[in-house]
Each structure stands twice: as structure tokens, then as C-alpha cells.
């Protein structure tokens, strides 16, 4: 199985401030990430996906990058909705799996 | 619009049997894969697996291989996923979600199902 590690695990920051999400995988998965925002009680949303198409509808402050082994996901000016954990998921062998999680909590 | 509803929260011994649903719609039902996501408590995504509608085909998960299965009922447009034995262990939150028409990702979701097992 593709193991997924992100980094760092739990961020504090403030309104307007830049957030860099890293995810790592075992081996290399070319394109084939994608990241999810969850908040407290909901289900996960699709952000972004094939490691940096914006799905339809999110923000444009989101954005994704990096092929192979190594993917961010950058939010360029944090907004109070956006304080949640993150997740990135590779999809391009079976099982398909998630990685551990980012939580973003306000400074 | 496209929408998921999950039935709703379910309280199980275990050894007991239990059938989740997922109704879809908003959208062609048979052409878009399903899948089943497991959230324990406190923790992370786990993906299960998925179900083409269309044909039932099935992807399964090793770690959820045997334990669970998925059926739909296309007459309803609606995703099954289900135990024949719980164990205490499968306390958590289930999610199904549809698949993006041409890749695994999974947009939208829904509201999620919380089995207690105890």
C-alpha cells in the first residue's frame, strides 16, 4: 500500500496568514493527489484534485502543486471558515489511501 | 444538484447485523462509482472501497475485504453497505460519496452515518 505522511500534523495560525500543508508519499503516485478540508461534524469536501485543479466552487486562495512524491496545499490569505483538518488522498493504486491529517486552529 | 442522504445513526450489539443506506440524487445513479469511507473516532479517513452501480462491480479494500459488504438498488438509486457480524471495533462514522465521473475522487458526499456498536 501507498503510505501517505503529513506534515505538520497540527498548524495554530492567524487570519491572513499563509498555510503550507505538506503530504508525502511512499512511492511516487505522479498526479494522482488529492486534498479534502473537513470541519468539526461535517463530511470532507474535494478541494483540489489531480494536485492542482481547483474542483469546481472552492476558493481560489486554495491551491495545490508537486508530482511524484511530494504535494503541498497552500492557502494564500487564511480565512476564519477555513480553520479545519486537511487531508490528502492518492488515488493512483488500490487501496487508495489518506493521509494522517493537518489540523488548522486559530492562533 | 447532486446529493447524498445517509440513513440515519444506529446503536448495535455486537454479533448483530446492520444495513446502511445512502440515497442518491440529482444525477444518472448507475453511471458513477460509489464509495464507502470508515472515520473512528478521533481519527483519520479510511477508504473501504467502491461499487459501480451500473453493474455492481466491486472494489473492496483488503482491511475491509470480508467484512463488509456493498449492494445497491438501482430502482431507488440507492448504495447499501452492510455487516453480518459487528464487532465493537466498527464504532465509527460511515461516509459514502460519489466518485468524479472519470477519476477515484470523491465529490460530494454525504452527511455520514454513525454506527455505535456496544
Known amino acids: 500500500d501507498i503510505q501517505l505522511t503529513q506534515s505538520p500534523s497540527f498548524l495554530s495560525a492567524s487570519v491572513g496568514d499563509r498555510v503550507t500543508i505538506t503530504c508525502r508519499a511512499s512511492r511516487g503516485i505522479s498526479s494522482s493527489l488529492a486534498w479534502y478540508q473537513q470541519k468539526p461534524g461535517k463530511a470532507p469536501k474535494l478541494l483540489i484534485y489531480a494536485a492542482s485543479t481547483l474542483q469546481s466552487g472552492v476558493p481560489s486562495r486554495f491551491s495545490g502543486s508537486g508530482s511524484g512524491t511530494e504535494f503541498t496545499l497552500t492557502i494564500s490569505s487564511l480565512q476564519p471558515e477555513d480553520f479545519a483538518t486537511y487531508y490528502c488522498?492518492?488515488?493512483?493504486?488500490?487501496?487508495?489511501?489518506f493521509g494522517g491529517g493537518t489540523k488548522v486552529e486559530i492562533k | 444538484e447532486v446529493q447524498l442522504v445517509q440513513s440515519g445513526a444506529e446503536v448495535k450489539k455486537p454479533g448483530e447485523s446492520l444495513k446502511i443506506s445512502c440515497k442518491a440524487s440529482g444525477y444518472s445513479f448507475t453511471s458513477y462509482w460509489i464509495g464507502w469511507v470508515r472515520q473512528m473516532p478521533g481519527k483519520g479517513l479510511e477508504w473501504m472501497g467502491t461499487?459501480?452501480?451500473?453493474?455492481?462491480?466491486?472494489r473492496y479494500s483488503p482491511s475491509f475485504q470480508g467484512q463488509v459488504t456493498f449492494s445497491v438498488d438501482k430502482s431507488i438509486s440507492t448504495a447499501y453497505l452492510q455487516w453480518n457480524s459487528l464487532k465493537a471495533s466498527d464504532t465509527a462514522m460511515y461516509y459514502c460519496?460519489?466518485?468524479?465521473?472519470?477519476?477515484?475522487?470523491?465529490?460530494?458526499w454525504g452527511q455520514g452515518t454513525l454506527v455505535t456498536v456496544s
Open positions: 460519496a460519489r466518485r468524479l465521473y472519470s477519476t477515484e475522487e470523491f465529490d460530494p
Open positions: 461499487i459501480y452501480p451500473g453493474d455492481s462491480d466491486t
Open positions: 488522498q492518492q488515488v493512483a493504486s488500490y487501496p487508495l489511501t
